[in-house]
């Protein structure tokens, strides 16, 4: 068990080290000029020089990485210039480990632009979430019971819907009436949930119903089909047989079963939002990560953009891991195989 | 329902009804999937509209060349008034713009949506094709080889699973297209359809690699392809003429139910303004002008959302009601 | 200046002004109307927050690196004291006087136009109590020369002020962190107690225009962080910095208690505290605004109303302006191409433009004017130049003279332009008007950030033939424009084009440019139209397109809020305040 654990963490190290090391080589091979965008109006050669030394962006890809992955692990300092250093010290930006880089763009670390952006991707992920493992969840159990009758008919067609519909449309609707039209709730703006829970949740329930619209009726046809898989199974038919009263059999027997791909369907899922809904938060001019990512491709910010790009893969390898480790304690069946 | 012709492929096997010894001839998969499609009507309705679509969509740059489609013309005295807004109800509406006019230029919308339909229906499909064909190949080569090579090419689908397909084909967009842009010298359409193509198709083939590789791993245990070594076939004979046949229902199946994310994906892209853009008319393309008008002029909005939904719903009804049919369990009770 | 930046517009304009305002305002609404600004200047009461909404991100607050039209009014006019500035008008459109701020009056210039003197006022204190003295505006203005760290703004320092330049153009003072050439910055700069003494290199009679820049403002040596310094605000107006600046979403500022009222002759401070929110696009701010829910009542706009917005605005009776905006839109073809290095080429191109197209994609001709100049309306030099061949262009002509050029037809061009929607629809029909003409067009949209910076980078010069332009006067001299744009011999370097985008290069115009500029007052003014029309219609080196409107809103809770065409064309926030 400890060595399965153990075998998976090195798995996901090493996974996260390969993509790493590919965004890095993909971006940095290309063939557009970092430095070039670091420069406003009036950009001489000389300032674009100074810019691409002073970044690091002169040197060859490979020591730009290796300073990068040191920079995760001691922080950095931009300008990299010792005369600077020496002489005026107050012009050195430091960036603390993890130290992600630096947006000239921006004019700031790359690590301050993600914890700022981190509280709302996660307010929105983990709001989300819930509402659409309840209704999800929720939704397939009745549709499956009720299988061939018209609430299964109802939620599968509602769900259908769900599904079919583009986010940014739901979102704008959402945008468009409810908020600007109706003022039922107040146009979105985030609101730290320290400073107040109550205005955190009614500035986040539309971006929270537009994901999770999504995501529930993607749910729904999934935790109907488990349920329905899992509910023909032979032991189902003989505890009922034994007499053990419905409510038992179905979740007991019946969802514990059908809950497993579920879980794992959603750890997944989830990993992939934290690092950002970007589609979301582009309608509701939220500024999570995902926002950031967008903008720091309108903007040709490369740092940024592979900064975003590593940390929205790390989080699914991660959410792979914890599924996997997870996954094992709960199945027993998982340990004989490895 | 527990007559013998119900059951599916597995057990094509004689069901004992007291005294008749009707002749039961045992039907093909592709019978039983016929008839449970038949007896159907939703699916057969999103199948109906699904072909229309694509008829349409085939049919539209024929309409444009003869002129009853007209995507690029403007109409500036269809427009007025403070930003130039549409005249007249519901966005311009009239016998000769059957979903209005766009602000600004007065272009006929419905042409635009038709058009839009034609390249967004292009770049899902040929997507689609792109993923089928690398998970497909990848998935038969992990299958049948196992060991190694089955170890190397599931550690490669878990790498490219954790990139994540909508951020990477944001991040990618500008330096792929410029790329592909002075490589072809050519205007934006071409090189952001190649881009959107061949990256959509990319970060979908593991699904189908996955798929498939379980699949050829359940045939694998079967006498026929134990049967086919034995007689001395080679590794490609395998693969493609013996295994290829088994593998079209799941193949079929995940392409109906990965095009509509192709298409949908292409346009939330667009909204966000990568990836296709105006002037090319997709559905992307079209939506990121017109949210901005959301509240001004509605009908901009809801026209082509509301297509961009039915196109989807169709190909996601189609998709579910062929996985109905051809799944062998379905019958069961 | 080509982005959202400040504007032109003096005396004799009024009527120009006032006539544009008017026509483009038919449904019922300068903001006099609603009550919102008349007598703007007098009564307002103390004391609330002002909401400030933006849809731009600011990039800099650093007083030597804005050269935003928005950052150079609220910079002005909260935090940034300069030397001269132009003071708040009573109407939307009414020009602006150029008086005294930090300074005692508009300055003294010696006979030969060589030499500038200003006096800085008693009492003037930055937020720590520390008086303004002329060292910090003689460091400040330094500031512009250490051109590797401080970039982005304007560099009329480097112009006007005397010091040698190198060979490539450069200046032979490297800024105060280097400190090369210091001694030749102290020779043309200097401080005798609090009077600072300018010497010019050649003699200009506007340089206490370019002296509202907020460019010319002071600067704290002990406070230079240079890079760091970018958004650390450290005020000497009635507004200071609460707390820091988020990038990307704005911050509060409240009173500056050192700030002493008397000292001050225009600024009235009402709000108590301003809050500064950019995290918006600009339709939904537009959206918050016209609905005028809760806290929005307190809003002003700083950015314009987008082309979407624009039907929905005039529903905010009585809260909306429609105002000149100082910008020409122009196209530039480039002289380096193998098309438009042929003369009868680039008439065909100008000859084809179809504004009409362009005029409806942007909001319809109540808001959008086709022109034929490069100077906008509001100056006195406008020329108001005639239109060559009709508001739609004329294909058959343009055809005629595609044909004498000797190329063969169809004429393949990359025309590049701005990436929005709004430029999209007005460039698939300039393109329609291109083509009918024999051109085949192929469109280049470049994202906004990358705009002015590709067109500036010498590559660009083989892959394009025409580009799309705005251009707005830096204040309110021709000077600002023509020379700008035009005049080879300060635009042109290895470097790139500068803002002669289009690498026009012509001795005789460039004398041209030399006589206007020692011209003054109405023949200078002349002399200038003179040159925008010879290069309009003589050359074809400029293909002028329109002049905009921009549409404005403020919340109903909000009085005083007038829109300074003369000083950046925005709410100028000096007199504005909130009803309690």
């Keep these: 068990m400890f060595y399965y654990i153990l075998r998976r963490l090195a798995s996901a190290a090493a996974m996260i080290v390969l993509i790493t090391a590919t965004t890095f080589a993909i971006f940095f091979a290309s063939p557009i000029d970092p430095a070039r965008y670091t420069c406003g109006k009036n950009c001489t050669p000389t300032i674009l020089e100074g810019n691409r030394k002073a970044l690091g962006y002169d040197q060859p890809a490979t020591v730009q990485y290796v300073k990068f992955i040191s920079g995760l692990f001691v922080g950095r300092d931009f300008p990299d210039n010792e005369q600077l250093r020496t002489e005026h010290p107050e012009q050195i930006v430091h960036c603390p480990a993890p130290c992600l880089g630096y947006s000239a763009n921006q004019h700031r670390t790359i690590n301050e632009m993600v914890a700022e952006g981190w509280p709302i991707s996660l307010s929105v992920a983990i709001g989300a979430f819930t509402l659409w493992m309840l209704i999800g969840v929720g939704g397939g159990l009745i549709a499956a019971l009720n299988k061939g009758r018209w609430p299964d008919r109802t939620i599968v067609g509602s769900a259908l819907i769900g599904f079919s519909l583009p986010t940014f449309f739901v979102g704008l609707v959402l945008l468009t009436f409810p908020a600007i039209k109706w003022g039922w709730v107040p146009i979105p703006n985030f609101v730290p949930f320290f400073e107040n829970p109550w205005e955190w949740a009614r500035n986040l329930i539309l971006p929270w119903i537009t994901l999770a619209f999504f995501f529930a009726a993607s749910y729904v046809r999934l935790t109907r089909a488990y349920m329905i898989e899992t509910m023909s199974e032979d032991y189902i038919r003989t505890a009922r047989a034994k007499g053990v009263a419905t409510t038992a059999v179905v979740m007991r027997h019946g969802l514990r079963a059908a809950l497993t791909p579920i879980v794992t369907a959603a750890g997944l899922d989830l990993g992939g939002l934290l690092g950002g809904a970007i589609i979301t938060e582009s309608v509701f001019s939220l500024h999570g990560l995902g926002y950031l990512a967008v903008r720091s491709v309108t903007n040709m910010d490369l740092p940024t953009i592979v900064a975003m790009v590593m940390i929205v893969a790390t989080f699914i390898v991660i959410a792979n891991l914890i599924v996997d480790v997870a996954y094992s304690f709960i199945d027993p069946r998982v340990k004989l195989v490895s | ?333 | 200046m080509k982005r959202t930046q400040i504007v032109a517009g003096v005396a004799t304009t009024l009527a120009l002004g006032l006539a544009l305002t008017a026509c483009g305002s038919s449904p019922t609404a300068t903001s006099t109307a609603g009550g919102a600004t008349s007598g703007a200047a007098a009564g307002g009461a103390a004391g609330g927050t002002l909401h400030i909404l933006s849809g731009t991100a600011t990039e800099h607050w650093d007083p030597q690196r804005v050269y935003v039209g928005v950052n150079i009014e609220y910079g002005n006019r909260m935090f940034t004291r300069t030397l001269t500035t132009f003071g708040p008008v009573a109407k939307d459109g009414e020009p602006a006087t150029l008086i005294a701020d930090a300074a005692t009056d508009t300055g003294t210039v010696s006979a030969d136009g060589k030499e500038w003197k200003f006096t800085i006022k008693d009492g003037v204190k930055w937020e720590d109590g520390q008086a303004v003295k002329c060292e910090d505006f003689k460091y400040g203005i330094s500031r512009t020369f250490a051109v590797d760290v401080i970039t982005g703004g304007p560099n009329y320092a480097i112009q006007y002020l005397d010091i040698p330049k190198n060979d490539d153009g450069s200046s032979k003072y490297a800024g105060p962190y280097k400190k090369t050439g210091q001694d030749l910055y102290d020779k043309a700069v200097t401080c005798d107690g609090n009077t600072i003494t300018f010497k010019m290199a050649k003699p200009s009679g506007d340089f206490n225009m370019a002296a509202t820049m907020t460019a010319f403002g002071a600067f704290r040596e002990d406070k230079d962080q240079g890079e760091k310094s970018n958004y650390a605000i450290f005020s000497n107006g009635p507004y200071k910095l609460e707390g820091s600046w988020t990038a990307n979403k704005g911050a509060t500022f409240v009173r500056n208690e050192n700030w002493d009222p008397a000292t001050d002759g225009f600024r009235k401070a009402y709000p108590d505290k301003i809050v500064w929110d950019e995290s918006l696009t600009q339709e939904t701010m537009y959206e918050r605004i016209i609905a005028d829910q809760g806290d929005d009542k307190n809003a002003i706009a700083m950015d314009q109303a987008p082309v979407t917005a624009m039907a929905n605005v005039t529903s905010a009776e009585g809260r909306y302006t429609v105002v000149a905006s100082p910008y020409t839109r122009y196209m530039v073809p480039n002289y380096k191409s193998k098309v438009f290095s042929n003369d009868k080429a680039r008439e065909a191109l100008a000859l084809a433009t179809d504004r009409s197209a362009y005029v409806t994609a942007a909001g319809g001709d109540q808001v959008v004017k086709a022109t034929n100049s490069l100077i906008n309306p509001a100056l006195p030099a406008f020329p108001n130049t005639p239109l060559l061949a009709g508001e739609k262009g004329d294909a058959a002509k343009a055809k005629e003279a595609l044909q004498a050029s000797g190329l063969t037809l169809p004429v393949k061009i990359n025309v590049a332009y701005r990436k929005n929607d709004t430029l999209d629809k007005a460039f698939a029909g300039l393109k329609a008007g291109w083509d009918a003409a024999g051109f085949q067009t192929n469109l280049i949209g470049i994202p906004a950030e990358q705009y002015y910076g590709t067109l500036q980078s010498p590559e660009s010069a083989t892959k394009y033939d025409a580009y799309w332009a705005g251009w707005g006067a830096d204040f309110p001299s021709a000077s600002t424009v023509i020379p700008q744009l035009l005049d080879s011999r300060s635009q042109i370097s290895a470097g790139g084009p500068g803002q002669d985008y289009g690498y026009f290069d012509n001795d005789e115009f460039n004398a041209g440019i030399d006589k206007a500029m020692a011209l003054t007052g109405a023949e200078g003014d002349k002399a200038w139209g003179a040159l925008d029309t010879e290069v309009v219609t003589k050359h074809f080196g400029v293909i002028p397109l329109i002049n905009d409107q921009f549409v404005f809103a403020h919340g109903s809770n909000v009085e005083g809020a007038v829109v300074n065409t003369t000083f950046t064309g925005y709410y100028d926030i000096a007199n504005v305040s909130v009803k309690k």
Excluded: C
């Excluded at chain 2, 045992?26 to 199948?47: E, F, H």
């Excluded at chain 2, 109906?256 to 002037?279: C, K, S, Y």
């Design chain 2, 1 to 333: 329902m527990s007559q013998a012709s119900a059951v599916g492929g597995r057990d094509g096997a004689v069901d004992q009804v007291a005294g008749a010894v009707a002749e039961i001839a045992g039907r093909t998969p592709w019978q039983i999937t016929r008839a449970r499609l038949a007896k159907d009507k939703v699916t057969m309705v999103a199948m109906g509209a699904a072909l229309f679509f694509i008829v349409l969509a085939l049919l539209a740059p024929v309409l444009t060349h003869f002129g009853l489609l007209d995507p690029y013309s403007n109409h500036t005295d269809l427009v007025g008034g403070l930003g130039s807004l549409p005249k007249g109800p519901l966005g311009g509406v009239s016998p000769e713009h059957w979903m209005g006019v766009e602000p600004g230029t007065g272009r006929d919308i419905f042409s635009r949506v038709v058009s839009g339909l034609t390249v967004s229906l292009i770049v899902a499909t040929l997507a689609v094709t792109v993923s089928v064909i690398l998970g497909t190949v990848i998935g038969i080569v992990s299958g049948t080889a196992g060991g190694r090579v089955d170890w190397l090419f599931s550690r490669i689908t878990d790498f490219v699973l954790s990139f994540p397909q909508t951020l990477m084909l944001i991040a990618l967009s500008t330096i792929v297209i410029d790329m592909l842009q002075s490589a072809l010298n050519m205007e934006r359409t071409v090189p952001s359809m190649i881009f959107m193509i061949l990256v959509m198709g990319f970060f979908g083939w593991p699904i189908f690699a996955r798929v498939i590789r379980g699949q050829v791993l359940s045939l694998k245990q079967r006498e026929f392809i134990e049967a086919a070594h034995s007689l001395g076939a080679g590794r490609a004979r395998i693969y493609f003429k013996e295994l290829l046949p088994h593998l079209w229902a799941p193949i079929l199946v995940y392409t109906t139910l990965v095009m509509p994310q192709n298409i949908a994906t292409e346009a939330a892209l667009g909204f966000l303004g990568v990836g296709i853009q105006a002037p090319t008319p997709s559905f992307g393309s079209i939506l990121n002008d017109s949210v901005h008008y959301a509240t001004s002029d509605p009908a901009y909005f809801i026209f082509p959302g509301v297509t961009l939904f039915l196109v989807v719903l169709s190909f996601n009804l189609l998709g579910d009601g062929l996985r109905d049919a051809l799944d062998p369990k379905a019958d069961r009770q």
